[in-house]
């Protein structure tokens, strides 16, 4: 069974950045990662995906402030936040497709890492 370790939560000041990581366990091949947030009482939302060839999926309201990056050696996907605002404040939960013989990619989900923004 795969499962998605992440790290790089925390509290941060606002204006600040954090490193968000999510690896495979055991490490394995995915077509796509990302990162999704969700706050209390709302559905849980795209903030930001990769796939294997390095296409980027943004959320409007993080474009230009974060940045995804995909290390395929590791399997690991990366979120950079800079310029963090109290509106981030979020769980935020790494997904993982990973291709299977059956032709629709199993979803993986992660744990969720907490990311509180003081002001």
């Known amino acids: 069974q795969v499962h998605l370790v992440e790290s790089g939560g925390g509290l941060v000041q606002a204006g600040g950045s954090l490193r968000l990581s999510c690896a495979t366990s055991?490490?394995?091949?995915?077509?796509?990662m990302g990162w999704y947030q969700q706050v209390p009482g709302k559905q849980r939302e795209l903030v930001a995906s990769?796939?294997?060839?390095?296409?980027?999926r943004y959320a409007d309201s993080v474009k230009g402030r974060f940045t995804i990056s995909l290390d395929n050696a590791k399997d690991t996907v990366y979120l950079q936040m800079n310029s963090l605002t109290p509106e981030d404040t979020a769980v935020y939960y790494c997904n993982a497709l990973i291709p299977t013989t059956m032709g629709r990619p199993l979803e993986v989900w992660g744990q969720g890492t907490l990311v509180t923004v003081s002001s």
């Open positions: 990769i796939t294997r060839d390095r296409s980027t």
């Open positions: 055991p490490s394995t091949f995915t077509n796509a």
